[in-house]
Antibody, heavy 121, light 110 residues
């Protein structure tokens, strides 16, 4: 069974940094693209970033470009999201999601349960 | 990128069919066959229901179907069941290797 378990969320002050992790199991992690999608409290979904299976290509939403960095460790079966210069509008549940292929495509299945990031002073 | 436009709500009685629309532009929905649909129950993670406009992942009932015409994509749920009551989100690939989501539609089974 595919499992994606996010961690690293919490309360952080504006302007500070946070790194999210996603531990993957139940599939060959190195064979699939991965992505992060977020959901602000009571709001809709917003794609954040994606990465192909070998980390050769990364993709970012305009809202986070230059501040967030996606990476992966295929030996540790872990996906990361380094978030710098955090803003109040980054407050959301961050979901780790798996792609259907090695190359990155804009569909995500399955999703982890998410980790809440709250940016507030 | 601007969000795709979905109706805030939709409803139908059990066994009926309901269609949810998702309107974008030629820079997203209309320009690529990369539309997908997600189902989200309260306090749960989203689930992929349709990808690449009309393909169903394994395990998704064939009551769920997708289509696209021009800049508008649609999700049709046939034979509505109580467990179909959820929020539904469309998404599309957009220019410059990005993804845009719709605002979501709350489906109520009457």
């Amino acid at each position: 069974e595919v499992q994606l378990v996010e961690s690293g969320g919490g309360l952080v002050q504006p302007g500070r940094s946070l790194r999210l992790s996603c531990a993957a199991s139940g599939f060959t992690f190195s064979a699939y693209a991965m992505s992060w999608v977020r959901q602000a409290p009571g709001k809709g979904l917003e794609w954040v970033s994606g990465i192909d299976n070998n980390a050769d290509s990364t993709y970012y939403a305009d809202a986070v470009k230059g501040r967030f960095s996606i990476s992966r460790d295929n030996f540790k079966n872990t996906l990361y999201l380094q978030m710098n210069s955090l803003r109040a509008e980054d407050t959301a549940v961050y979901f780790c999601t798996k792609g259907l292929t090695s190359g990155w495509f804009p569909w995500f299945d399955p999703w982890g349960q998410g980790t809440l990031v709250t940016v507030s002073s | 990128q601007s969000a795709l436009t979905q109706p805030p709500s939709a409803s139908g009685s059990p066994a009926q069919s309901v269609t949810i629309s998702c309107t974008g532009t030629s820079s997203d929905v209309g320009g690529y066959n990369y539309v997908s649909w997600y189902q989200q129950h309260p306090a749960k993670a989203p689930k992929l229901m349709i990808y690449e406009v009309n393909k169903r992942p394994s395990g998704v009932p064939n009551r769920f179907s997708g289509s696209k015409s021009g800049n508008t994509a649609s999700l049709t749920v046939s034979g509505l069941q109580a467990e179909d009551e959820a929020d539904y989100y469309c998404s599309s690939y957009a220019v410059s290797n990005t993804v845009v989501f719709g605002g979501g539609t709350k489906l109520t089974v009457l």
